[in-house]
């Protein structure tokens, strides 16, 4: 049991930190290219001679077999594509030839492998085709490898990529593991998802492989029928006439003919881990802080996305929404839903709200917030407990054990962290609340040690049970509480809203009910068609995530403010009628693109069935920092051709630029306008004050610019984005 529950471990042969250094990062090239050339000496050692300019122009180490194997059939690929039929290696006729011949071709393989390793002096990572043009191949395909894992995992920067791409000797699917077991993820790579095939893409594409389709598809081949190439391939000695003639057989089968397990190639990849693996081991972090912490907040986000599923729609939409948004932290005692729903229901009841409006879209920055002030509670929370910890550490035991806090802390002792002593959770919650910003922390200190333990554990048993809680369920968890907890009054702290403030408020409540009344009209539209399709109706539950500024082609076609063609959201629906004891009583999760120009033109809607594993990419999204949850298996705007275009350099943003912009919008997160539509004048005294404050010093001249914009915007929902709503 406690083997199934350590840290996982891989091999590590420097200090993890160095590897953004330039020092680190001159390091790492130079080990991979080394493996890389080493790759090419037994891959000369393989074929024959006549394919030497074959293997110089695109003989690639990079796809979903081992490196050599990679080389040897990306070799025969391109051969084949130049419309030579295999060719049979020429034959000595007597014993004196055939050693003059031996002897040419270990002269030609030497000279080779002398200008692959000269080329690769003084070489940029940077996808720059009219600087790459003297590249050797084995530079090319370190390119390749490393674009294929920034493309295929989001998170990951050039820099981490070459520490991977260094510890698994420049073996793709081995470096893909290693990634998978630091990100702790749940998915198991696989040669039939998109995102790889897409990935695969961009790896050729910043190699400059001539003919990157055909590369794409005999690759996918190929590892389709990785242990027959396995086989096919010797390990050592030349290749052979039938090899190279089964190999273009291989090359030309048609997806039906397709039938191996498409998790085979990485359980090779695996097992050359094995053989490789060295006894000496040591915990490697995920890669820096940031990285970590977004890998944390993906999971996050999926966990409130469920909580959001949990609570009736009618609850949730006029009344728990404000709750979920303004004090739903999901660290406590319970599992991290239980802890949402719980905290979100008792803020509601205990500080009702002075005005209480009912919303189909749950605000996207605000959503987003709650989850980042989660990770600080919980991370607090950690630390007042083990106060030997790091920061890292603490994040790192929140990603291993899925955010569960009583996981975290057994792992914890087990691992031979001391805990605090004397022990105490109300001091525990006292640093969590502080550190998340709760609105109340000394009310909720007094909720989490007396009631929340009692209440937690019914709601965490009714939730086992149906999955999602009945009306009657909140009912009674609201009654208990305001018996427990009465509604406090209103403090006389809270200043008066100068004119200015309150017209800034109420223009930002006017501009976010017209953008959601817009945004429901496309939701519903999309399900309508869904619904067709499939041949049942659904219902909207409540819309979770929006990003309304998708373009097409990378380009915003249509003039002025707001006017981009498409958008990307994510909604939860359920099948009309059903009840709570139904298996299909708790909303799906749905990602949807549609046009922001006409709801009759046809959009994108289909069910994201495991949220919590794979998801497409999307540039757009990505860029924006919008925890979007794209579907796996579907074409969409940013998914493909904005990776592609990155790759080759066409597009100036360079991976590192990516995250860094997405970074920023997810972990900098300006909600002003949308505090302003949840401005509560019982409560919200620092958000008053603040907002007077800003406000003082506007001039008459100034607001009536101000009011003007304001009325321009929402007219430009009515009239232009959403000119037929």
């Known amino acids: 049991m406690a083997g199934e529950r350590r840290v996982r471990r891989m091999i590590i042969d420097g200090l ?20 890389i050339h080493d790759y090419y000496k037994k891959a000369l050692d393989r074929l024959p001679p006549e394919l030497i300019p074959s293997l110089l122009e695109a003989g690639f ?175 050592k000695g030349c290749i052979g006439h039938s090899t190279i003639k089964r190999l273009s057989e291989l090359f030309t089968l048609t997806n039906d003919m397709i039938d191996d397990d498409p998790r085979r190639p990485m359980q090779h990849a695996i097992s050359r881990m094995q053989r490789c693996r060295k006894k000496k081991t040591t915990v490697v972090p995920a890669g820096l802080d940031y990285t970590l912490k977004l890998l944390l907040l993906d999971k996050i986000h ?43 229901i008792w803020y509601d009841t205990v500080f009702p709200a002075e ?91 007094e909720f989490a040690t007396t009631v929340m333990p009692v209440m937690g554990e019914t709601l965490h048993s009714t939730l086992k049970v149906n999955r999602m809680l009945s009306s009657r369920d909140v009912c009674l968890i609201s009654e208990t509480l305001s018996q427990k907890f009465p509604p406090s009054k209103s403090p006389k702290l809270v200043p008066d809203l100068n004119m200015h403030a309150s017209n800034i408020i109420a223009g930002k409540r006017m501009k976010f009910k017209a953008f959601q009344s817009a945004i429901v009209k496309r939701v519903k539209a999309a399900l309508f068609r869904y619904s067709q399709r499939v041949g049942q109706e659904y219902e909207l539950h409540v819309i979770c995530d929006v990003n309304a500024e998708i373009p097409e082609h990378g380009i915003c076609y249509i003039p002025g403010d707001y006017k981009y063609p498409f958008s990307h959201m994510n909604i939860l629906a359920k099948r009309k009628g059903s009840q709570i004891a139904d298996a299909d009583a708790v909303p799906t999760l749905f990602f949807i693109e549609c046009s922001n120009i006409d709801e009759d033109v046809a959009s994108l809607c289909c069910p994201i069935l495991e949220p919590s594993k794979v998801a497409g990419r999307c540039f757009h999204c990505e860029c924006e920092g919008i925890k979007i949850i794209h579907p796996p298996s579907e074409t969409y705007h940013g998914r493909c051709t904005e990776f592609e275009d990155m790759a080759s350099g066409k597009n100036p943003v360079s991976n590192e630029e990516l995250i860094s912009q997405g970074k920023y919008g997810t972990l900098f997160i300006d909600t002003m306008e949308d505090d302003c539509v949840y401005f509560d004048s019982a409560w919200d005294g620092d958000f008053a004050v603040s907002i007077n404050e800003m406000e003082q010093d506007r001039n008459e001249e100034e607001d009536f610019t101000w009011l003007k914009k304001e009325t321009q915007e929402l007219m430009a929902y009515n009239r232009g984005l959403f000119v037929n709503s």
Do not use: W
């Open 355 to 445: 005005r209480e409006f009912e919303v189909e879209m749950i605000s996207t920055k605000k959503l987003a917030r709650i989850e980042c002030l989660s990770l600080e509670g919980l991370v607090a929370y950690i630390l007042a407990l083990f106060p030997a910890l790091s920061t890292y550490q603490a994040m790192r035991y929140l990603l291993i054990n899925n955010v569960q806090l009583d996981m975290v802390i057994m792992r914890a002792k087990e691992d031979g962290h001391d805990q605090r002593f004397p022990f105490s959770q109300s001091e525990a919650f006292d640093a969590a609340s502080l550190a998340a910003c709760h609105p109340s922390p000394t009310e909720l200190l």
């Open 61 to 235: 180490c990079f796809g979903f077999l081992d490196p050599v194997s990679n080389i040897i059939s990306s070799t025969v690929s391109h051969e084949l594509g130049k419309g030579k039929k295999g060719k049979r290696p020429r034959r000595a006729t007597s014993s004196t030839k055939k050693s003059t011949i031996e002897v040419e071709n270990r002269r030609a393989r030497y000279k080779t492998i002398s200008e692959i390793i000269e080329s690769s002096k003084d070489f940029s990572m940077a996808p720059n085709r009219s600087k790459s043009e003297g590249a050797g191949i084995a530079v090319r395909s370190l390119r390749g490898l490393a674009t294929f894992l920034t493309s295929y995992f989001r998170y990951l920067t050039i820099q981490d990529a070459l520490r991977y791409l260094r510890l698994s000797k420049a073996d793709l699917l081995v470096a893909v593991h290693l990634i998978e077991e630091d990100y702790c993820s749940t998915y198991t790579f696989t040669i039939h998802d998109m995102t790889a095939k897409i990935s695969l893409g961009c790896a050729a594409t910043s190699a400059m492989h001539p003919g990157v389709p055909a590369f794409v598809s005999r690759s996918l081949l190929l590892a389709s029928h990785v242990d027959e190439v396995s086989n096919l391939l010797p390990t």
């Open 16 to 35: 993890d930190h160095m590897d953004r250094r330039p020092e680190g990062i001159q390091h790492n090239k130079s080990v991979a290219l080394d493996h």
């Open 302 to 344: 999926v966990l409130y996305l469920k909580a959001i599923s949990s609570i009736p729609r009618h609850e949730l939409c006029s009344r728990h929404h404000r709750g979920l948004l303004k004090a739903g932290h999901c660290y406590g005692p319970f599992d991290p839903v239980t802890n949402i729903i719980l905290s979100a």
